[in-house]
């Protein structure tokens, strides 16, 4: 039996994984939850499952500090996810990674004291379980670049302006909290529409696979049944294909590296008929770009891309700027930002911080 303390637990994520653990109840065993403000909620949780609640500001942290268990499920909204994957880390927890934040941020930080520590940061984004399936017995876990692969392939979405309209001045928060596909928080709602979502996607598989940013590549697959592709040297491309549904990729994060049932939708090929694919519109969407120059200049840059984005998709949010200033805000503060090395979390927060302030009074 697994034991797994959930970090996020009333969230999007930390609901299905919750759903996971109540039907195999003799595999998992939820140790302690944490959220950042739900109290009724994760109370009623660790009730139900027989585990400690924590909730506030630095509940995650407290609750992997005064726990033990095999898995860290870290799916936090934003860079509060930091702290509490580097003490599961340090503990030589298992961590399980949803909040793509972390790696964005701070990848080097973490994968270099994983590496320290012995420890295992298994994916649960889909496109990254995706690549993670398609490198089993072929590339190990977190291991350095491996010379069989050639390319990772990001699918995306595209999101709800892939075909219109033409002028995206005027897209409202409603329209761009309507993604086609998945249900998903605010954050990485508006995150998807603008593709930035897939752009810090490609840093989280560039930290996770250690594979350098330039071998990562994203296409546009609207129907989101493939959910990423490794290529191989030898000409060989493997693909994980599912209903979109995030309790596969959570279930094979807890259950790695074996699998177990579930009564879920079944993929129905002839009934899809066709799966289609494209090349990103990199002018309609211009995330894709800032992102890899941020992922060249290296150090804290990333960090700031983050921190920035997040202020700006509130600020979107709130009315205070247009739909179209969230990209050149945040490329702004990546560009003027000043250069600090990623190699601990004061660094990382000082970069953080200065995004934040930034992206706020610009
Ligand atoms: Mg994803």
Redesign the pocket.
């Known amino acids: 039996m697994k034991k797994i303390i959930i970090l996020g637990a009333t969230g999007s994520i930390g609901t299905s994984a919750c759903d996971i653990v109540r039907t195999h109840p003799d595999d998992f065993k939820v140790v302690a939850l944490a959220v950042r403000s739900n109290r009724a909620g994760v109370e009623k949780l660790a009730a139900e499952f027989g585990a400690k609640a924590y909730c506030g500001e630095d509940s995650a942290a407290r609750a992997v500090a005064e726990n033990d268990a095999d898995i860290v499920l870290v799916s936090t909204v934003g860079l509060s996810g930091l702290a509490p994957t580097l003490k599961a880390i340090e503990k030589g927890m298992d961590v399980a990674l949803a909040t793509?934040e972390v790696m964005v941020a701070a990848g080097e930080l973490v994968t270099n004291l994983a590496r320290e520590h012995g420890v295992k940061i298994i994916p649960v984004?889909?496109?990254?379980s995706a690549i993670f399936q398609c490198l089993q017995e072929n590339c190990a876990i977190n291991a350095h670049w491996n010379r069989c692969v050639r390319r990772l392939i990001l699918t995306a979405s595209g999101g709800p302006f892939l075909d219109g309209p033409n002028d995206l001045s005027g897209v409202t928060p409603a329209q761009a909290l309507n993604h086609p596909r998945?249900k998903m928080g605010p954050k990485?709602t508006v995150d998807?529409s603008t593709m930035m979502?897939?752009g810090f996607?490609i840093l989280e598989a560039r930290w996770l696979f250690d594979v350098p940013a330039d071998r990562i590549d994203v296409v546009v697959h609207p129907e989101s049944v493939v959910h990423s592709l490794v290529e191989f040297e030898d000409g060989a491309t493997l693909a994980q294909l599912s209903p979109p549904d995030m309790r596969v990729p959570i279930q094979y994060a807890f259950t790695w590296p074996e699998r177990r049932p579930a009564v879920r939708a079944k993929l129905d090929l002839p009934a899809l008929g066709a799966l289609t694919f494209r090349a990103p519109d990199e002018n309609r969407f211009p995330a894709l770009k800032l992102v890899k120059e941020a992922a060249q200049a290296g150090g804290t840059r990333t960090a700031v891309l983050s921190a920035a984005d997040e202020i700006a998709v509130d600020r979107f949010l709130k009315g205070e700027i247009k739909y179209t200033d969230i990209v050149p805000l945040v490329r702004a503060a990546v560009e003027r930002a000043p250069e600090i090395a990623c190699d601990s979390i004061a660094r990382v927060l000082e970069a953080d911080s200065w995004a934040r302030s930034f992206a706020a009074s610009h």
Do not use: L, P, Q, Y
């Not at 984004?125 to 990254?128: L, R």
């Open positions: 793509k984004d889909s496109e990254h998945w990485v998807s979502n897939k996607e």
